[in-house]
């Protein structure tokens, strides 16, 4: 019966010891998972949380917008345009307002058009645009308009270093990008294009393309969106 009896404490201990044991694992365990749910929370929440990060983006697209709707071109032809809100780009040989307007010009040496930034001067309602080393008037065209001209400044450049916010105002038939410049010749302005390749600006003068390596390029005012 003393044996026995010393059986029972033994087994009674070892199983009291074991049943700690499965406890104390058993609640590191609890803990662990514990850890790793508030983990998960805690990276759900700020994945969660990182839907509203992207409220710049809307920000800037809201501006770009806006940008879109204030500057844009407007198509016209000789019989039939407006000057309203059109962009003044300085006075003409004849000593009146010329304009920024554009054109579609057939290239030479490809069967595609250009799109070239030239000078609009209301008392022959034509666009002359500067190519192939001449000054190619159009009837069919598009004006620059603005509603709010602040958003728009003129910045000295040369030799092509080109400026941050510079408008662009075509291409060439290899889609290489035309800026829109000014150069003064013989004290009047010239409104006309800047092409990377040619580190100069040219525009329509007298019926020939005029080239100076010192002018103006448009820019936007506010082009840190």
Not at 85 to 102: F, P, S
Not at 114 to 138: L, M, Q, R
Not at 147 to 173: F, M, Q, Y
Not at 204 to 221: I, K, M
Request: charged content about 25%; proline content about 3%; aromatic content about 8%.
């Amino acid at each position: 019966m003393e044996l026995e009896s010393n059986l029972n404490e033994i087994s009674t201990s070892w199983t009291s010891n074991l049943t700690r044991k499965k406890l104390a694992f058993i609640g590191t365990g609890v803990l662990v998972a514990t850890a790793i749910c508030i983990s998960v929370i805690v990276a759900v929440s700020v994945k969660s949380s990182s839907s509203k990060a992207p409220l710049a983006l809307s920000v800037h697209k809201e501006k770009m917008n806006l940008i879109k709707d204030e500057i844009k071109w407007v198509s016209y032809s000789s019989e039939d345009y407006s000057l309203t809100d059109a962009l003044a780009g300085g006075t003409g040989a004849n000593g009146k307002t010329v304009y920024l307007c554009r054109a579609k010009q057939r290239a030479n040496k490809k069967n595609e058009d250009e799109v070239i930034p030239g000078t609009f001067d209301p008392t022959d309602s034509v666009c002359k645009v500067p190519y192939g080393d001449k000054a190619n008037a159009h009837s069919e065209f598009e004006l620059l308009v603005t509603k709010n001209p602040t958003r728009l400044v003129w910045v000295e450049d040369k030799h092509g270093e080109l400026k941050k916010g510079a408008i662009s105002g075509g291409h060439t038939a290899y889609n290489e990008e035309l800026y829109v410049t000014r150069f003064k010749y013989y004290g009047f302005t010239v409104l006309g294009k800047l092409h990377l390749a040619h580190n100069k600006a040219s525009g329509p003068v007298d019926g020939l393309e005029r080239y100076d390596a010192y002018y103006d390029l448009l820019c936007l005012s506010d082009y840190a969106l």
